[in-house]
Nanobody
Framework: VQLQASGGGLVQAGESLELSCVAS????????VGWYRETQEKIRDLVAV???????NISTAVKGRFTISRDNAKNTVYLHMNSLEPEDTARYYC????????WGQGTQVTVSS
């Protein structure tokens, strides 16, 4: 079972990025999947989650700027990030859950002011 995240990088404030996470070794469509982020203080916070029935939960910190979507045919979950702010700088981790939590390795997003 593996979650492979990609799409991070260095951008300027106001720009956009799209993160992708490809799952393997699991029944992707039956899992809730999403994204957490970890700041330098090592606190890992929920960013967005999408369930197997496409219900979404977006954190208040990013609501209106970030959206989450999934493509079950591609075993992929996406995080669409718009109007990025320096406060969004963090390592973003892909996450999946059905019977247990599964974590990916993370991808770094850095937003300069």
């Amino acid at each position: 079972v593996q979650l492979q995240a990609s799409g991070g990088g260095l951008v300027q404030a106001g720009e956009s990025l799209e993160l992708s996470c490809v799952a393997s070794g699991m029944n992707f469509g039956s899992h809730a999947v999403g994204w957490y982020r970890e700041t330098q203080e090592k606190i890992r916070d929920l960013v967005a989650v999408i369930t197997s029935t496409n219900f979404t939960n977006i954190s208040t910190a990013v609501k209106g700027r970030f959206t989450i979507s999934r493509d079950n045919a591609k075993n992929t979950v996406y995080l669409h990030m718009n109007s990025l702010e320096p406060e969004d700088t963090a390592r973003y981790y892909c996450w999946a859950y059905r019977d247990r939590e599964i974590w990916g390795q993370g991808t770094q997003v850095t937003v300069s002011s």
